[in-house]
């Protein structure tokens, strides 16, 4: 684990998280700066920096992100209307290099976004 990421860190428990759920693969967490009513964060427990090198070393943990999607999504109560970004690359706005998944729901959501 790179131990200076943020992720990793709260994964392990060594930073405070408002953690929503968690299974074998992927942990969710209430991010700290929402920008919708639900604003939820889904992260693989291995570290990788994105989505591709998260699904080529590691299937299993990819596939665990997706299922913890949905099941924050119902426990949350926007299963019939949420959006999922997974902002790559710091020119599309990731700042933190351990790969996550926001979940955005509880209104209305503009298409195109920005
Ligand atoms: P990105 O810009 O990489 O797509 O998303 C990073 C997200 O992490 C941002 O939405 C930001 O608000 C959130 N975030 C940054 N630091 C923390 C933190 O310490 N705790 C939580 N819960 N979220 C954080
Ligand atoms: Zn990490």
Redesign the pocket.
């Known amino acids: 684990m790179p131990e200076d990421c943020?992720f990793c860190r709260?994964v392990a428990g060594e930073?405070p998280?408002?953690v929503v759920h968690e299974s074998g693969t992927a942990v969710a967490?209430?991010?700290?700066?929402p920008?919708a009513p639900v604003?939820v964060?889904v992260v693989p427990r291995r570290h990788e920096p994105d989505l591709a090198t998260l699904t080529r070393a590691d299937a299993d943990a990819a596939s665990g992100v997706l299922r913890a999607i949905a099941d924050v999504a119902e426990a949350e109560g926007v299963a019939g209307g949420y959006r999922i970004?997974l902002?790559t690359g710091a020119s599309a706005?990731?700042?933190?290099?351990h790969v996550?998944a926001?979940v955005l729901g509880g209104r209305d959501l503009a298409w195109p976004p920005g």
Not at 29 to 33: L, T, V, W
Not at 93 to 97: I, K, L
């Open positions: 943020l709260i930073v998280a408002d967490f209430r991010d700290a700066n920008q604003h964060l970004v902002n706005g990731q700042s933190v290099f996550h926001h």
